[in-house]
Each structure stands twice: as structure tokens, then as C-alpha cells.
């Protein structure tokens, strides 16, 4: 009888071990790497001596340097059928202000060409404070209009995530114009924070988080909206104070002399900045000029809107048609034809050759570098988050060939003087891949494309790909 219990403890034990065993393999989670396949992997890597030799190059040279095309190194040509000449290169410095200083080159070039002036540039200083402050007070009033939304709602999350940047889009540019007026540099100059933002909007980003938790906790608490605006006031007393440390006092008139294109004294008037910008640009910023998108995910030929995509609160959201690039292509050449700049804006950073300042899809060969292929289209870099606008500039030129097809453009960047004397030059190939938007004169842009604007917009959400400032 002993010698069956010992057998059968030992069968149970086996039997227990299979069970193991198996649940062991049934639980085992699915996806993960196992020892079985990085040996695979380790295997499949063959080391040949061409792989030894690249490791070697690449462990020691950027990867932009190694994977830069020999083919494509031919000098950069400064000459364009159409050219609209530059009013003089700015510098952002550190800051993500490139949407501001687009905007603002473009209009100093048709004042300066309007009224003969030899020089101008207007502060871009001016109006970013109350681009700060109008950002700020969107958020807190934002805040209260979504109080009885739960912290983890979609849109709330947007906010708490994005209470305030320094980058932006032409709307931007549109409603802070229109409500503020514009000044020359020389009457309010630039500041360390100004030209570098980080810290500032860091801070400032900080307060308004604390702030918005505030006002969500009075709603909660049985404070009333008009109670909520009231202490939103007094939240925004501060950030006043903290934007005019950082950046100086706004004024709200200055004394400034104009002079001929000879440098001649003309006279020496005192101006609002709004009577500034009446006088010498005047055109409504808001209904004068279209933007256009070429965003391949979505039908073209419609109109569209995203929520919450403005900088002020009583403003217009980011609205615009979109269109195939070759529409967009045609409305740009009829302007630079007709000497007029555009605000630009696409994904710079891509294929960029900085050292030539030419944009071309032919730059590099990465894949040929690393063994693979990068093949995703236009549509599918943007579904993936792979590329998006990140940069806006002013677009001065292009040149075409004998059939009037566009071969190069150029645009004048807000990155100081250097290569190019601060211009940058694509290739119309580079142009269908990274081009995103312009904003044209409507007089540019055929009447059947105007007449999507009066469509019903389809609204997107803040957080859709297409949302991104421009820096």
C-alpha cells in the first residue's frame, strides 16, 4: 500500500508540473520579445564587413552629415523669375515668435512700398504682450466655460496642457492687429524675454495652471460665473504686472517722425498705435485675406475649423479652405507676380540643409545610409503625427519655367542675417510634401475657391493633427 501512495504522489507531482507548465504557456503574455525571438533577431543581424564599417562611420559623425546625397550638391541659385525684394531680415532670437514677425514683415513691406518709406520695423514686442495677455485670459475663461466638465474630459485635459505658448497662426496675427493697432520698433524695442521666452512663459504657464484650479474649485464649491469672472479679473492684475517686468509698459501713443525715401524730414506726429496702423496699412486684416490649407486627409474644397485654435477670446478660431497645393501654388504665384509677400507657414525641419538654406526632399539619404526605406506620404505623416506646420516665414518668390510651372520658391526667414541673407529656398517637390498653409489676398484666390468660405465650417477639435503653432 506504501509503495502506491509513493507512485502516486509522484504521478501527482508530474502532473502538476505539466499543469504549470501549460498555464505557464497560456498566461504567458502575447507581443512581448521572448529569448526565442531576440535570438532571432541576433541572428538575423548578419554584421557584414559594409555593416562593421558603418557602425564605425556612425558612431562617430552625425547621421545628417553621413546621409547627406553627394548627387544633389550643386550651388544654390539665387535668381527667380518673380521676386518680391525684402524689406530687411529680423531675428526672432529665442523665442517661438515666427508667426508674429511673418505677419508683421509682410505688413511693414506694404507700408514702406505704400508711402515711400526708406525704413521700418514694427515692434514685434508691442503686440506680443497682448498676445500673452489676450492667450491668458482665453485659458481663464476657458476655464470657467468648461467648470462643470470632469478634470479628465478631453478638452479640459487640452487646456490644463496648453494654458499659454508663444507660438501661433494668422489669426493671431488678425484679431491682435485689428484690437491693438501696431508702433515702430524704435518707439518700443525688444527685451531679454522677449527675445527669449522660455522662462517668462514657463512662469506665467505655472500661475495660470494655479489659477485655473482655483476657478474650477469656486464653481464647484457653489460660486456663481459672474463670481468666477470678477476673481478671474484680479487673476489677470497679475499677470499684467508679470508681462509688464518682463516686457515693459505698452504705450498707448508715441511720437514718431517720418521721413522720404531720401531720408528727408517730412514731420513728427503723436499716434495711437491704432491710428499708427489706420494711417499707414489700414487693410482689414480679417477680411481681406484667406487662408489656405493643402491637408491631404481631408476632402478639399471645403471649409474648416478648429476649436479653440485663436489667441483671443473674443476672436476667430483658425478657419481656412482646403485645397489641393496645386490651387494654393496658383493664388502664390499670382501675388509675388503682382509684388505682394504672403504669410507662409510648413514643417521646416524637414530635409533642411541648413548650411545652404535649401529645403529639398533630395538632401539626404537616410534610408539609403541605414538600410530601409522611409515611405510614408504627405497624408500619412500627418495621421501619424510624423509632420505638421512648425514654422512660419514670408514668401517673396518664385521661379518657373517656360510654361509658367513653379521649379523654386524662396522665403524670407526671421532667423537673422547668414546664408542666403537670410532667405530660404525650396523646391517645388519640397513644397508638395511640407507646404501647409498661406494666407493670400482674396483678390489673388479664384471666386469658385471664395466661395467655399460661405459654407457651413466643419469644426475640428483643438487636439486634431492640423492643431500646432508655429514657431
Not at 508683421?104 to 508711402?115: E, G, I, K
Request: with cysteine; charged share 25%; aromatic share 10%.
Amino acid at each position: 500500500m506504501g509503495k502506491v501512495t509513493f507512485m502516486n504522489h509522484r504521478n501527482l507531482i508530474t502532473m502538476a508540473a505539466a499543469l504549470l507548465m501549460a498555464l505557464s504557456a497560456v498566461a504567458a503574455p502575447k507581443g512581448g520579445i521572448s529569448k526565442d525571438m531576440l535570438e532571432r533577431l541576433r541572428r538575423s543581424y548578419q554584421n557584414t564587413p559594409t555593416d562593421r564599417a558603418l557602425r564605425n562611420a556612425i558612431n562617430s559623425v552625425d547621421l545628417t552629415t553621413l546621409a547627406s546625397n553627394a548627387d544633389n550638391h550643386t550651388p544654390v541659385d539665387m535668381a527667380f523669375t518673380y521676386r518680391v525684394p525684402s524689406r530687411g531680415i529680423t531675428d526672432q532670437k529665442s523665442s517661438g515668435r515666427c508667426w508674429l514677425f511673418t505677419g508683421l514683415n509682410v505688413l511693414r513691406a506694404q507700408m514702406m512700398d505704400t508711402h515711400k518709406l526708406p525704413k521700418l520695423e514694427l515692434s514685434q514686442n508691442y503686440n506680443f504682450f497682448f498676445d500673452q495677455l489676450e492667450k491668458s485670459n482665453l485659458f481663464l475663461q476657458s476655464i470657467i466655460d468648461t467648470h462643470d466638465l470632469d478634470m479628465t474630459d478631453k478638452k479640459v485635459e487640452f487646456l490644463f496642457k496648453n494654458p499659454l505658448s508663444d507660438g501661433g497662426q494668422y489669426t493671431g496675427i488678425s484679431d491682435n492687429i485689428m484690437k491693438y493697432g501696431v508702433v515702430p520698433a524704435e518707439v518700443w524695442p525688444e527685451t531679454y524675454s522677449s527675445n527669449n521666452t522660455s522662462r517668462m512663459r514657463q512662469l506665467i504657464s505655472l500661475k495660470l495652471r494655479e489659477d485655473g484650479l482655483e476657478l474650477r474649485r469656486m464653481l464647484a464649491d457653489g460660486s456663481t460665473v459672474a463670481q468666477a469672472e470678477e476673481r478671474k479679473e484680479k487673476m489677470l492684475e497679475e499677470i499684467y504686472r508679470i508681462l509688464a517686468l518682463t516686457l515693459g509698459v505698452p504705450p498707448t501713443q508715441f511720437e514718431w517722425t517720418r521721413r522720404d525715401a531720401a531720408g528727408n524730414f517730412i514731420d513728427r506726429r503723436t499716434y495711437t498705435p491704432q491710428q499708427f496702423y489706420k494711417e499707414f496699412a489700414g487693410n482689414d486684416l480679417k477680411k481681406d485675406y484667406v487662408m489656405l490649407m493643402n491637408d491631404p486627409t481631408r476632402p478639399y474644397y471645403k471649409l474648416y475649423e478648429i476649436d479653440l485654435d485663436r489667441h483671443t477670446y473674443d476672436g476667430e478660431n483658425w478657419r481656412y479652405i482646403n485645397l489641393p497645393v496645386e490651387d494654393i501654388k496658383a493664388a502664390a504665384i499670382a501675388s509675388i507676380k503682382d509684388g505682394k509677400m504672403m504669410y507662409f507657414s510648413c514643417d521646416v525641419g524637414q530635409m533642411f540643409d541648413r548650411k545652404k538654406g535649401l529645403l529639398d526632399i533630395d538632401n539626404y539619404a537616410y534610408g539609403d545610409l541605414l538600410g530601409t526605406t522611409f515611405g510614408m506620404d504627405k497624408a500619412d505623416r500627418i495621421r501619424t503625427f510624423a509632420s505638421a506646420s512648425s514654422h512660419a516665414m514670408t514668401l517673396v518668390a518664385v521661379d518657373v519655367d517656360a510654361d509658367g510651372k513653379p521649379l523654386r520658391w524662396m522665403v524670407e526667414n526671421s532667423w537673422g542675417p547668414g546664408v542666403n541673407d537670410g532667405h530660404l529656398i525650396m523646391t517645388d517637390r519640397w513644397f508638395d510634401e511640407y507646404m501647409f498653409r498661406l494666407v493670400v489676398d482674396k483678390k489673388y484666390v479664384d471666386k469658385k475657391i471664395l466661395d467655399i468660405l460661405k459654407q457651413k465650417p466643419e469644426m475640428l477639435p483643438a487636439w486634431d493633427p492640423m492643431f500646432s503653432d508655429e514657431n
